[in-house]
């Protein structure tokens, strides 16, 4: 085992990660920007480095920086969190090569599902479900016989993209050859590189992932799935787990076909399929995510797993805690609601001062956050600044422990998405689990109208 944890990230991941590290007895280490001197990560960790200027391109995304701060500390592992250099095959290598632990998965495999062609087609020799679809597009004729083929609607996506960017949905075969170019130079200029790839449109699909492990001994095993059809704008907004959607043999054949993904490509550490559920029960690979996600505690809770902890032991080479696939049924309902710091209205990011502050609490209720009373949000991050997630026996009573929450919850300063949250928990639409990837879309479009 490493003794001494670099984590680079901030806020409330950076927050839940030393927690896992004192716990298990190591040492923390912190980085942060001069936006985030005042930060909880750099007072709850052992040691903190300043890395540089508040852009994250010169602070957390600066890697010569992080490594130096790894090097004067003694650290002997990275722990990324999400986001920022989480997804960077480069960055663990250069890890690697610097002799400090990845606590991720291996570079290679971040690379294969970093590019979402090759991630399909090691999905389809895997035999997991993808929906018909393309390589990279070279030519005007090949994109048109590709859509004829197919058959409209079909959607157009970056091979270098994901979490929803650089889509172009086609309904209609005159606006194939504009929304491509358009696309290629969207792609380029957000990802420098212009693939695009084409896959048949899924209609009001549900967005269902299962969350998996692996570790350096051929062990393979996933640990259920979460429900996060309620995003806005790829934004996720509320999540669940279990999905109340999945149908017991879908579950079995879903977790069983993530598991036969990672298994195939050799995976360790902890990961997440995300796959579209149509109408009919059916289920596509859409992407591999090569992190620990925003959303991680709704598992834990109705799992018993830490995930962060098993991401530790994982990186010290010992064997995952957990065996076996779905041989214990997740406990209960959890939920998370993700509060930003936003215009509730507009959703623009609403940085500044936190005046006053209550958190929730009670029975089933955890609450993820690094803001406290006199913190001040700063505006050159994500307006994420808390996570409540509840849970209970039942979707029922996790939902009414949540509704209570966010009547506990009170955030003085910034304005907060508390109002849409609100609304969104209080729908028929919600309430009934008649949800898929438009619900909120649709939900404000009747709002404002
Ligand atoms: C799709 C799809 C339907 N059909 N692909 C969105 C994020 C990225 N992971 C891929 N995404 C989607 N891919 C096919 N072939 C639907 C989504 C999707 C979505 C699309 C529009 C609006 C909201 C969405 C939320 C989740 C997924």
């Known amino acids: 085992m490493f003794r001494k944890v670099l984590v680079a990230n901030r806020g409330e991941i950076a927050l839940r990660v030393i927690r896992a590290v004192r716990e298990m007895g190591l040492e923390s280490v912190a980085v942060y920007s001069t936006a985030d001197a005042d930060a909880l990560h750099v007072k709850f960790a052992d040691q903190a480095v300043c890395i540089g200027p508040p852009p994250s391109r010169q602070s957390y995304l600066n890697i010569p920086q992080i490594i130096s701060a790894a090097e004067i500390t003694g650290a002997d592992a990275i722990h990324p969190g999400y986001g920022f250099l989480s997804e960077d095959a480069e960055f663990a ?73 650089g889509m172009k949905i086609i309904h209609d075969r005159a606006r194939l050859a504009n929304d491509w170019a358009t696309g290629k130079s969207e792609a380029l200029a957000a990802f420098g590189n212009p693939d695009m790839y084409m896959e048949r449109y899924c209609e009001r699909p549900r967005h269902i992932e299962i969350q998996v492990a692996g570790d350096r001994h051929g062990n393979y095993a996933h640990r259920g799935e979460r429900e996060c059809s309620i995003q806005r704008r790829h934004q996720k907004v509320i999540e669940e787990a279990p999905s109340v959607a999945l149908p017991e043999a879908v579950r079995e054949e879903l977790t069983a076909a993530a598991v036969r993904a990672i298994s195939s490509i050799g995976y360790y550490n902890v990961g997440t399929l995300e796959f579209l559920l149509d109408r009919d029960g059916r289920f596509y690979f859409m992407e591999m995510n090569t992190r620990l996600q925003v959303e991680h505690p709704v598992t834990e809770l109705v799992t018993g797993v830490d995930l962060v ?96 929450c966010l009547d506990e919850l009170v955030i003085e300063g910034p304005r907060t998405n508390l109002p849409f949250l609100r609304r969104l928990m209080d729908s028929p639409e919600y309430r009934a689990a008649d949800v898929d990837t438009g619900f909120v879309a649709r939900f404000l479009a009747q709002s404002r109208s």
Not at 124 to 145: D, F, R
Not at 341 to 366: C, K, M, N, Y
Not at 382 to 393: F, G, P, Y
């Open 93 to 165: 290598e250069v890890c690697q090569k610097c002799k400090l632990t990845w606590i991720g998965p291996p570079p290679e495999a971040m690379r294969l599902m970093g590019d979402k062609i090759s991630a399909r087609a090691a999905m389809q020799k895997a035999g997991v479900p993808i929906l018909p679809g393309t390589g990279t597009i070279t030519t005007e004729a090949e994109l048109v016989e590709h859509a004829e083929r197919i058959g409209l609607p079909v959607i157009l996506k970056a091979a270098a993209g994901g979490g929803g960017r």
């Open 309 to 404: 902890r098993e991401q530790l032991r994982i990186a010290a080479g010992e064997p995952l805690s957990f065996l076996g696939n779905g041989t214990r049924k997740p406990r209960g309902h959890a939920i998370e609601m993700r509060i930003n710091a936003e215009d509730p209205d507009s959703f623009a990011p609403w940085p500044g001062r936190i005046t006053a502050l209550h958190l929730p609490g009670g029975p089933g209720v955890r609450v993820d956050t690094h803001i406290y009373e006199g913190y001040r949000v700063p505006s050159n991050y994500d307006s994420m600044i808390a996570k409540v997630i509840v849970h209970d026996l039942d979707r029922a009573s996790a939902i009414r422990r949540a509704r209570r």
